[in-house]
């Protein structure tokens, strides 16, 4: 497929068009750079003055698309210029070729460019005067500095400017993407952190009422079904208080509802007792210390959890639960009886969301967590075990 030539920029039209028209005024005001009898003229005469200045007025239609190739054919029409008596405008504009050159070329260009101009200005001043001894030599290289140099110089701060606005640009761009990344990141975080808590808050009372109520339902026996009844109060009671708590963190208002203290471990005597209200036969059994609250706070919701999937799905038997401190970490384990005297299937419905909750929990304090059935010799078990580091140092 052929590519398609680059058209010249609307400016650089205008341009064009602009020296274009400028040099024929000068021209058909007959002005001119040099009078006819001076020895440099070898092409008297006003109609030699078109050429080049049609040729430069050319080259300005390339200063964006070829610069480097307008320039030289500009040196060329300059060259012929000076060989006539001269047109203003021919020099104007092949000093705006050196200024596209140094702003619109390739930055090594531009520095070749610059440094040829510089060592032209420094010979055409010094060369001419050893030669002539006159100071009006000095202008020779006055005249090669302004028409070279001078524009060379202008591109290449212009070029710095924008090559910085370019670079400011970009790395503003870059830093809004990387506030929306990590934007992104952190309400990603807080969905996966609330969603954590809202079933650790709420899964354990319905999962007891969820239960509880089908015994009511199954059991022809007012004093059970009266039993039950009062577990589903309570449960629900805790649970709609547990809700309203977390409704008013996520709310942040000044209102009469107050956000909870995070869980301790020093709560784990009323869950424990809980889970036995719920039927539950649960044995705790603890050595620890005071604990940074981030370790406390996973280790009571992974005791939870574990007590609400026993609830759930265990048969019946004894619960242990068991948290060991060691030197630098928190054994927590919990084991529940696996097997069908229950029934056949789950006392109440789960999502699996308990377990992805409890791992996501420990993988916030870099520690290690398991969760499957066990043979011990108790007979078969569900045992979840997570190892919670207290300090910065990884455990065993």
Same mark, same amino acid.
């Given at each position: 497929?052929?590519?398609?030539r680059?058209?010249?920029?609307?400016?650089?039209?205008?341009?064009?068009?602009?020296?274009?028209?400028?040099?024929?005024?000068?021209w058909?005001?007959?002005?001119?750079?040099?009078?006819?009898?001076?020895?440099?003229v070898?092409w008297?005469?006003?109609?030699?003055l078109?050429?080049?200045?049609?040729?430069t007025?050319?080259?300005?239609?390339?200063?964006?698309?070829?610069p480097?190739?307008?320039l030289?054919?500009?040196?060329a029409?300059?060259?012929l210029?000076?060989?006539?008596?001269?047109?203003?405008?021919t020099v104007l504009?092949?000093?705006?070729?050196?200024?596209a050159v140094?702003?619109?070329?390739?930055?090594?260009?531009?520095?070749r460019?610059?440094?040829i101009s510089?060592?032209?200005?420094?010979?055409?001043?010094?060369?001419p005067?050893a030669?002539?001894r006159m !100071?009006? %030599?000095?202008?020779?290289?006055?005249?090669? +500095?302004?028409?070279?140099?001078?524009?060379? $110089?202008? *591109?290449?701060v =212009?070029r710095?400017?924008?090559?910085?606005?370019?670079?400011?640009?970009l790395?503003?761009?870059?830093?809004?993407?990387?506030?929306?990344?990590?934007?992104?990141?952190?309400?990603t975080?807080?969905?996966?952190?609330m969603?954590?808590e809202?079933h650790?808050?709420v899964?354990n009372?319905?999962?007891?009422?969820?239960?509880h109520?089908?015994?009511?339902?199954s059991?022809?026996?007012?004093?059970?079904s009266?039993q039950a009844?009062?577990?589903?109060?309570?449960n629900?009671?805790?649970?709609?208080?547990e809700?309203?708590r977390?409704?008013?963190?996520?709310?942040?208002s000044?209102?009469?509802?107050? !956000?909870a %203290?995070?869980?301790t471990?020093?709560?784990? +005597?009323s869950?424990v007792?809980?889970?036995? $209200?719920n *039927?539950?036969d =649960?044995?705790?059994d603890?050595?620890?210390?005071?604990l940074?609250a981030?370790v406390?706070?996973?280790?009571?919701?992974?005791?939870?959890e574990?007590?609400?999937?026993?609830?759930?799905?265990?048969?019946t038997g004894?619960?242990?639960v068991?948290?060991?401190?060691?030197?630098?970490?928190?054994?927590v384990?919990?084991?529940?009886?696996?097997?069908?005297?229950?029934?056949?299937g789950?006392?109440a419905p789960?999502?699996?969301?308990?377990l992805?909750?409890?791992?996501?929990?420990?993988a916030?304090l870099?520690?290690t967590?398991?969760?499957?059935?066990?043979d011990?010799?108790d007979?078969r078990?569900?045992?979840v075990?997570?190892?919670?580091?207290?300090?910065? +140092?990884?455990t065993?």
């Amino acid at each position: 497929m052929a590519t398609r030539r680059p058209r010249p920029h609307r400016d650089d039209v205008r341009i064009a068009l602009a020296g274009l028209i400028g040099g024929l005024l000068f021209w058909g005001t007959g002005l001119s750079t040099r009078p006819a009898t001076e020895d440099f003229v070898l092409w008297p005469g006003r109609w030699p003055l078109l050429l080049p200045l049609a040729v430069t007025a050319g080259c300005e239609l390339l200063r964006r698309t070829h610069p480097r190739t307008g320039l030289l054919i500009g040196v060329a029409a300059l060259a012929l210029d000076t060989v006539t008596q001269g047109n203003l405008v021919t020099v104007l504009m092949f000093t705006d070729l050196v200024y596209a050159v140094v702003l619109y070329g390739p930055a090594t260009s531009a520095r070749r460019l610059l440094w040829i101009s510089g060592l032209l200005t420094v010979l055409g001043t010094v060369v001419p005067f050893a030669i002539w001894r006159m !100071p009006e %030599a000095l202008l020779i290289g006055v005249i090669i +500095g302004v028409v070279t140099f001078t524009p060379g $110089a202008t *591109g290449w701060v =212009v070029r710095n400017h924008r090559d910085a606005a370019e670079a400011a640009h970009l790395r503003a761009e870059q830093t809004a993407l990387l506030a929306e990344i990590d934007r992104t990141q952190a309400v990603t975080a807080e969905r996966a952190r609330m969603a954590r808590e809202l079933h650790d808050l709420v899964a354990n009372h319905l999962s007891a009422i969820a239960i509880h109520s089908t015994a009511a339902l199954s059991l022809d026996d007012p004093d059970t079904s009266k039993q039950a009844l009062g577990v589903i109060r309570e449960n629900s009671v805790e649970g709609l208080a547990e809700m309203r708590r977390l409704i008013g963190i996520l709310r942040d208002s000044s209102g009469d509802t107050e !956000p909870a %203290a995070a869980p301790t471990l020093d709560g784990l +005597g009323s869950l424990v007792d809980q889970a036995r $209200a719920n *039927g539950l036969d =649960v044995g705790l059994d603890r050595t620890h210390t005071a604990l940074p609250a981030p370790v406390e706070l996973a280790a009571y919701r992974i005791v939870q959890e574990s007590l609400t999937n026993a609830l759930k799905h265990a048969s019946t038997g004894r619960v242990t639960v068991g948290l060991v401190q060691r030197e630098h970490a928190l054994d927590v384990r919990v084991t529940s009886p696996l097997g069908g005297a229950r029934g056949d299937g789950p006392r109440a419905p789960g999502s699996g969301a308990g377990l992805v909750g409890m791992r996501e929990r420990v993988a916030l304090l870099r520690g290690t967590f398991e969760a499957g059935p066990d043979d011990g010799t108790d007979g078969r078990t569900w045992t979840v075990r997570a190892t919670l580091p207290i300090t910065e +140092g990884e455990t065993e």
